[in-house]
């Protein structure tokens, strides 16, 4: 198993676009998670999965965010009509099970600049 | 989310011990402490975690204060590659239905510059 994945690591697009990313978790586990972490601080939760079934959506996922893990295996972040307030690095991370001892394994991210 | 406090940055010398402090006094019974790091351009990764005894592993010790406000976070030797953000997190169990305990929250961390 070669961890999280996330696809790609960088995008650059216009402001306006539409950009969509995609993580893989590690194969058995059923949990997966989207953060964003920008310049000097620590990664903030967006969302999270259990299975196919999204949980929870934080506040900072407006309408123009939206998340689908379709077969609870990879699951998709798009930002439609991006801002350049959207630039940000995207983070995914997966866990196994739901007990709080549990660690969730982190992808590399994917850096997105709006310009 | 309970909160937790930790300076903002530290600075050691390579092959030194270094003791990373974090204080949650609002800490709950049931709140798991978990650190992880973050190596400059790479996601988080998950270092230690404990809820009362003191915990070693290869990576490093957590040791935690008997009233569990507060905890520290031990790399034995430190390297160079152990430069990195070291962020404290309380994982609760109260919170809405289904529970806020799926999800870590990060504050700022602790900058850790290590010193050749």
């Known amino acids: 198993d070669t961890g999280v994945s996330q696809d790609p690591r960088h995008k650059i697009t216009k402001r306006g676009q539409n950009v969509t990313f995609r993580c893989d978790p590690i194969s058995e586990h059923n949990r997966l998670y989207w953060y964003r972490q920008t310049l000097g601080q620590g990664p903030e939760f967006l969302t999270y999965?259990?299975?196919?079934?999204?949980?929870?959506k934080s506040r900072l996922l407006s309408d123009r965010f939206s998340a689908e893990r379709p077969k609870g295996s990879f699951s998709t972040l798009e930002i439609q009509r991006t801002e350049q307030g959207d630039s940000a690095m995207y983070l995914c991370?997966?866990?196994?099970?739901?007990?709080?001892?549990?660690?969730?394994?982190f992808g590399q991210g994917t850096r997105l600049t709006v310009v | 989310d309970a909160k937790t406090t930790q300076p903002n940055s530290m600075e050691s010398n390579e092959e030194e011990p270094v003791h990373l402090p974090c204080n949650h006094s609002?800490?709950?019974?049931?709140?798991?402490i978990h650190w992880y790091r973050q190596l400059p351009s790479q996601g988080p990764e998950y270092v230690i975690h404990?809820?009362?005894s003191n915990v070693n592993n290869r990576m490093a010790s957590l040791a935690i204060a008997e009233d569990r406000k507060s905890s520290t976070l031990i790399l034995h030797r430190a390297t160079l590659r152990d430069a990195a953000v070291y962020y404290c997190?309380?994982?609760?169990?109260?919170?809405?239905?289904?529970?806020?305990?799926?999800?870590?929250?990060f504050g700022k961390g602790t900058l850790l510059t290590v010193n050749p």
């Open positions: 997190i309380l994982r609760v169990t109260r919170g809405n239905s289904g529970g806020s305990n799926y999800k870590l929250t």
């Open positions: 404990g809820l009362t």
């Open positions: 609002t800490i709950s019974g049931t709140d798991y």
């Open positions: 991370a997966s866990s196994l099970g739901t007990a709080m001892n549990t660690e969730a394994f």
């Open positions: 999965f259990q299975n196919e079934a999204q949980l929870e």
